[in-house]
T-cell receptor, first 115, second 114 residues
């Protein structure tokens, strides 16, 4: 089946620093990648959508200058949390889709803790 | 705006019993409805999906039904096992900003007791 690998699985960083999270589709070409944020015991909230080689589209309320997304190739997208603060601590999950019909596969998620 | 409601929020069953989770969606243009299983600390795993041209789909102990007229769909798990314990999310597709996106329900925490 389709495999999406996300790295790192967890990271602890100091306030004010930046953190980069990678999302790779291992066995298919992902034309579209999605980034979600999930707080404890809550659902997944879509942050942004990106196509390879184009700028990401951000959901309302998500700061594009704080959450930088790069979709450099058909198998790699990165999310950089810039100038992280404790309130940015959360579970970040990517998903990748190769079809236009909505089917998407998720990475393992990244637990970000900002201290 | 688009919305997906999911019930119940928690579900507790005995091993071997069936479990049913129900979702309703608001966008009549939605045409893809996946179900995901999420274990603690992990990403969601696609377990079954259904498209709007089909009313029912089954994969071993898991089945999904779709009623487009009523805009609701359900997940059925038969012969539940302790390893089925997890959080289950339904989702519905909607087209926005040039992309086919997924909007998720709030999740159902399923506990299967031996």
């Amino acid at each position: 089946g389709a495999v999406v690998s996300q790295h790192p699985s967890w990271v602890i960083c100091k306030s004010g620093t930046s953190v980069k999270i990678e999302c790779r589709s291992l066995d298919f070409q992902a034309t579209t990648m999605f980034w979600y944020r999930q707080f404890p015991k809550q659902s997944l909230m879509l942050m942004a959508t990106s196509n390879e080689g184009s700028k990401a589209t951000y959901e309302q309320g998500v700061e594009k200058d704080k959450f930088l997304i790069n979709h450099a190739s058909l198998t790699l997208s990165t999310l950089t949390v810039t100038s992280a603060h404790p309130e940015d601590s959360s579970f970040y999950i990517c998903s990748a889709s190769s079809q236009g019909g909505g089917e998407a596969f998720f990475g393992q998620g990244t637990r970000l803790t900002v201290v | 705006g688009e919305n997906v409601e999911q019930h119940p929020s928690t579900l507790s069953v005995q091993e071997g019993d069936s479990a049913v989770i129900k979702c309703t969606y608001s966008d009549s243009a939605s045409n893809y409805f996946p179900w995901y299983k999420q274990e603690l600390g992990k990403g969601p795993q696609l377990i079954i999906d259904i498209r709007s041209n089909v009313g029912e789909k089954k994969d071993q102990r898991i089945a999904v039904t779709l009623n487009k007229t009523a805009k609701h769909f359900s997940l059925h798990i038969t012969e539940t096992q302790p390893e089925d314990s997890a959080v289950y999310f339904c989702a519905a597709s909607f087209f926005s900003g040039g992309y086919n996106k997924l909007i998720f329900g709030a999740g159902t925490r399923l506990a299967v007791h031996p």
